[in-house]
Every structure is written in structure tokens, then in C-alpha cells.
């Protein structure tokens, strides 16, 4: 019954399953409890009737206050006990399994990210893992319990009257199949509500991240009338929803319910053909009441342990996908990137194709060409962001898809164009470099990225919070952050995306001289549209339409008279820039 299977329906951890078979043995104890209670009131009943009927002596009230308080006692103990393992340990069901989700993000490959977006998995953390709780605490043990107890019941009355027993539980097991019966519709209907709460969730989010193209174009009002749309349909297809599983959970709890009158018109036929005394009726009705009350508490969530399958599938979709996984093991003679016969796709589109070059340590290797040629892409690839569908490459002679994506990026230093800041001071961003960097030397990197000029007249300098991804800094005081953080890390690669495409050329000359400070003796390769930013490089490699178009030293290329040639030709008309 708890098995890996069950497991994995319910998204559980090693210690959730654990957990819920605790929940569910104490809920057999609670009922079987709830159970003696009522044959102690049983047997009260049965003594004083036997005192009218044959005048025999009334029970010692000392033997009867005895087994109240003992049912008492034991009645509270067994329930808080059931209360604490079914609900409080399920908090720390929930930390596991936000902590295990965080901790295979952190090591899926960024294709991922891509491929899903970041309102879903948002969704997947915390809606999900927060339905689960509900399902972990609320449903699991009461219901997995309860079948336990009633089969156990079912057993101990068949022994008084199995024809009783019979009419008063048909409807338990009648209830379940019709309800699960129906589940498909249920299922079709909780994933069309997920999905309408999904489009409102994008449309809230897409919204509030492009609020200013929204203003600046006057689309304001198209914007919400579309997520009125949007609003309007997740509520129409909520109630919709609302309203099935509604239909079939009442029907099932009525049918459940007919047992009740079942063991009554038998009883009562029993009892009229002098088959039983109404005394066993009586102990029966006592019974069913009870029986029933664990499971119309189930019933009631009967629809979340429905939708709950769809949050497992999405919760173990993350925690079955493939991650990016490697050797510790990390000792590259040298720090040449290799590729070689790279073919490269993000969806099915292929972006490279059978790419190959070498950027040699100590030089400058450039990628050029023209936009959407996927000079980023390898720039992604070679630190290992992305992996590779065909080909290799090689650092330093080692193949870093073998190598953990961590270890691995402990030898680079990366500037892109999208750079990340956190919600944090200037300082703590920059350190991000080298998180064991004193303040000393976060100020001469920062100071080395020209960020001392704007630091300074921010109102508590280094200590100044920058908003959500550095949102109170311009566009090229976030890029001299990204580069100092760089500079701090000092790794033997760098990779510079567009690295300075957001500076004015003051801020540029002074960074770029920085830079080139950085980048001695390392292995560098950089990609930036404007030739003046690569005219110290050692290589070229010209891309165009994901393949190598041309490669070689900039005079020999100028020389071919091809596409890197044309290129400059056509940036020398817009500025006076000149090779050598
Ligand atoms: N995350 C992604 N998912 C799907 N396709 C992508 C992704 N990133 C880039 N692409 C596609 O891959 C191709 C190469 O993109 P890439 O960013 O490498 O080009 P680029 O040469 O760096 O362009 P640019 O000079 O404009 O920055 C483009 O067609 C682009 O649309």
C-alpha cells in the first residue's frame, strides 16, 4: 500500500512515507479508540436494559466513571498524537521537498529554464508543494487510515451479524469506485482550472515586467482588457469545476450514507422475525455513525487528492529530469577551449553546426558576425550552460560535459549582455566574485571597473541596497558591477559578452584598459558587435548562420577580403576605426 508507487504519486520523501504510515497507524489507533467508546456504551446500554427488562442490579458506577476516564485518557492521547504526526511533521515534509526541488534546479542544465517558464516553476515551488502539504496533512493518513480501521471493524462485526455488516458498509466501497470512477473528468477538469490560473498568473506577470513598453505605447488599456479575459475564463472554468466535483462528491457521500437505512430496514426485519435483539441494531447504528465520519472528512478533499496528482506529476517532472552532472575531479593541462564539430540546437532548430575552433590561454580569441549567428551561444557552451548535442569541447584537454558544472565554472569569469544583479548592496553584488574577497579588495575591483565614480554618489555608498536586479542602476553602471565581480574572481577564463556595449566611450576606454589588465596571460574570448572593442584580438572566429565562416588573425582576414573584411568596411563608413 506504501510503496515506491505511492510513493511517487504523492511526491513524498523517504521520510514523508514514513511519516504517513505513522499518520495513518494512529488514525486506525483514533478510530479504534472512538471504536471501544461506543462498546463501552454499548455495554452500559445493554446493562441497564437488562435492569428494566429482568430487574437484575444496576453496574457499579465505579466500574463505569473507571471506563469513561480511561476512554477519556486514551481518547486524548491517541488524538493529539495522530495530530502531531499528521500535521506537525508535515512542515517539515514541506521544507524537504522546496529544499530537494531548489537543490535539482541548481543542478539542471539552463536549457531547462528555457524550455519552461519562470511563473510555472514559481507555481511548481510554492502552489504545488503548498497543495501537497494540504493533501500530505489533511488527506493521506485520515483516508489510508480509515480503510484500515473500517476493514478491521468489518471483520469484528461480521462476528455479531455479518448480514448487519454487510448492509450497514456496502456503501464505503460503492462511494470510493463510483468516485474514482469519475476521476478522469475530475482530472480533465482541475488541469483546465490550472492552466486558466496559469495564463493569469503569465498575464499578471508578463504585465508587470513590461510595464513600461506598456505605458510607453499606450496599451494600457489593451493590456487589461485582455487579463479581464483571462480572469474571467479561469472563474468560469473554476466554477465549472467546482461544480462536478461537487456533483460527484455528494452523490458519493449520499450513497454512503444509504447504508444507514439499509441496516435499519434489516434491522428492523431481523428484529421482526426474531433473527436478533434490537440491541445489536442498536450497536450497529452506534457503529456506522462513526464509521462514516473519517471518511466524509476524505470525501470533502477527495477533489484535492485529484488535483494533487497533477502538482506531483509537475513536482516530480523536476525531480526526474536529467541533471547536469560531473566529475570533481578537474585538473585541465592548460586553459585552451577546444571545439571541435559542435552542433548545437535549443529546441529542434539547429543553431551550430559542426563548429570548430581553438581560443588558445593567452589570447584573445573574438566572435563575430552578424546578429543571431550564435556567437553567445558558444559563449554559453563553453562554460557548460547548455550541453551539446553532437561534438566536443575541451578544456585544457578534458571534456567538460564529464565535468561538474560547478567545479567547471570555478575557472571562468563571465560578463554578458544580460547581466544578473540581486537585491543586495553594491558590495555584496561585486563579491559575488569570490565570496571570501574582503572589503579591501571588492573596492579596488570595483574601483578597477570604474564603479567608484557612481558608488560614491550613491546615498550609502558600497552599503546602498540596488533594488531588484539592480533596478535603481542604469544599464552601464550594472555592466561595471558585472565587471568588477570578474575582475574580483580573476579566473583563468573570461568570457565577455558585449561586456562593455552599454558604456559611453569614457566609461569604455577606462574599463577596457581594466580589462586588459584581467585578461593577461588568460584564456579570453569575447564577442562584441562594435570592431573597436575586439581590434586587440589575437583570433578571429567569424560566424555566420552557426557555422565558421572564416578564422585567423585580423590581417589575415582583412586580407580574404570576405565576410569579417566587408564588416568592418561597413562600420569604417559610420566611424574612422582602422585596423593597425
Ligand atoms: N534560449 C534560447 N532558446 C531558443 N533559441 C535561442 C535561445 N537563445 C538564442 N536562441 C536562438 O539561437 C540563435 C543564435 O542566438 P545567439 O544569441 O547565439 O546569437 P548572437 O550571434 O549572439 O546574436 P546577437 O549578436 O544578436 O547577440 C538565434 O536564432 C536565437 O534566436
Request: aromatic share 8%; charged share 20%.
Amino acid at each position: 500500500m506504501f510503496g515506491k508507487k505511492f510513493q511517487r504519486k504523492y511526491a513524498l520523501t523517504d521520510q514523508g512515507i514514513i511519516n504517513t504510515k505513522r499518520g495513518a497507524l494512529w488514525t486506525v489507533i483514533v478510530n479504534l479508540v472512538v471504536m471501544g467508546g461506543i462498546g463501552i456504551l454499548y455495554l452500559l446500554m445493554a446493562e441497564f436494559m437488562s435492569t428494566f427488562t429482568s430487574g437484575s442490579s444496576l453496574p457499579n458506577a465505579v466500574l463505569i466513571i473507571a471506563l469513561v476516564v480511561i476512554f477519556l485518557i486514551l481518547s486524548y492521547i491517541t488524538h493529539l498524537q495522530q495530530y502531531k504526526v499528521t500535521y506537525g511533521l508535515v512542515y517539515g515534509e514541506v521544507e524537504q521537498t522546496r529544499l530537494r526541488l531548489a537543490e535539482r534546479l541548481r543542478k539542471l542544465p539552463l536549457g531547462y529554464f528555457g524550455k519552461r517558464d519562470l511563473a510555472d516553476l514559481t507555481e511548481t515551488l510554492m502552489s504545488d508543494v503548498n497543495r501537497m502539504e494540504h493533501v500530505w496533512s489533511h488527506v493521506l493518513g485520515y483516508l489510508y487510515g480509515s480503510y484500515i480501521s473500517t476493514g478491521i471493524i468489518a471483520v469484528c462485526l461480521t462476528f455479531y451479524d455479518w448480514r448487519l455488516t454487510i448492509a450497514s458498509l456496502w456503501g464505503v466501497p460503492v462511494a470510493f469506485v463510483l468516485l474514482f470512477g469519475t476521476r478522469s473528468i475530475a482530472e480533465r477538469h482541475s488541469q483546465a482550472v490550472k492552466k486558466a490560473a496559469l495564463n493569469v498568473s503569465d498575464g499578471i506577470q508578463e504585465a508587470l515586467e513590461n510595464i513600461r513598453e506598456i505605458r510607453a505605447t499606450n496599451q494600457e488599456d489593451l493590456y487589461l482588457a485582455a487579463l479581464d479575459k483571462k480572469i474571467d475564463n479561469h472563474e468560469k472554468i473554476q466554477i465549472r469545476g467546482e461544480l462536478t466535483t461537487g456533483l460527484f462528491v455528494n452523490g458519493a457521500s449520499v450513497i454512503m450514507r444509504l447504508g444507514v437505512a439499509t441496516t435499519i430496514l434489516l434491522g428492523a426485519w431481523l428484529i421482526v422475525s426474531g433473527k436478533i435483539d434490537f440491541m445489536l441494531l442498536f450497536l450497529f447504528l452506534l457503529i456506522i455513525t462513526r464509521v462514516y465520519a473519517p471518511f466524509d472528512q476524505s470525501l470533502a478533499l477527495i477533489a484535492e487528492v485529484f488535483v494533487s496528482q497533477i502538482s506531483a506529476d509537475r513536482i516530480n517532472e523536476i525531480y526526474e529530469m536529467p541533471t547536469a552532472e560531473g566529475s570533481q575531479n578537474f585538473k585541465p593541462q592548460g586553459h585552451d577551449i577546444e571545439f571541435k564539430d559542435v552542433c548545437f540546437a535549443y529546441d529542434t532548430a539547429d543553431v551550430l553546426k559542426d563548429v570548430s575552433f581553438t581560443a588558445k590561454e593567452g589570447e584573445v580569441t573574438a566572435l563575430v558576425g552578424p546578429s543571431g549567428s550564435g556567437k553567445s551561444t558558444c559563449a554559453r557552451l563553453a562554460a557548460r550552460l547548455w550541453d551539446i548535442n553532437s561534438g566536443t569541447i575541451k578544456v585544457g584537454g578534458i571534456d567538460i560535459s564529464t565535468i561538474d558544472p560547478e567545479v567547471l565554472l570555478r575557472d571562468y569569469s563571465m560578463v554578458f549582455q544580460d547581466v544578473v544583479l540581486f537585491d543586495d548592496t553594491v558590495m555584496e553584488n561585486i563579491r559575488l566574485g569570490r565570496r571570501n574577497a574582503t572589503d579591501d579588495e571588492v573596492i579596488a575591483a570595483a574601483k578597477a571597473a570604474n564603479c567608484d565614480e557612481f558608488v560614491n554618489r550613491l546615498a550609502q555608498g558600497y552599503n546602498t541596497l540596488i533594488g531588484e536586479n539592480g533596478s535603481k542602476l542604469s544599464g552601464g553602471e550594472r555592466q561595471r558591477i558585472s565587471i568588477a565581480r570578474a575582475l574580483l574572481k580573476d579566473a583563468p577564463i573570461v568570457l565577455l559578452d558585449e561586456a562593455t556595449a552599454s558604456l559611453d566611450v569614457e566609461n569604455e576606454t577606462k574599463v577596457q584598459e581594466a580589462l586588459s589588465r584581467l585578461l593577461v596571460g588568460k584564456t579570453v574570448l569575447v564577442i562584441a558587435h562594435r570592431m573597436r572593442t575586439i581590434e586587440a584580438a589575437d583570433k578571429i572566429i567569424v560566424l555566420a548562420d552557426g557555422k565558421v565562416a572564416e578564422q585567423g588573425s585580423p590581417n589575415e582576414l582583412m586580407s580574404q577580403n570576405g565576410l569579417f573584411s566587408r564588416m568592418v568596411k561597413l562600420q569604417q563608413q559610420s566611424s574612422n576605426w582602422k585596423l593597425n
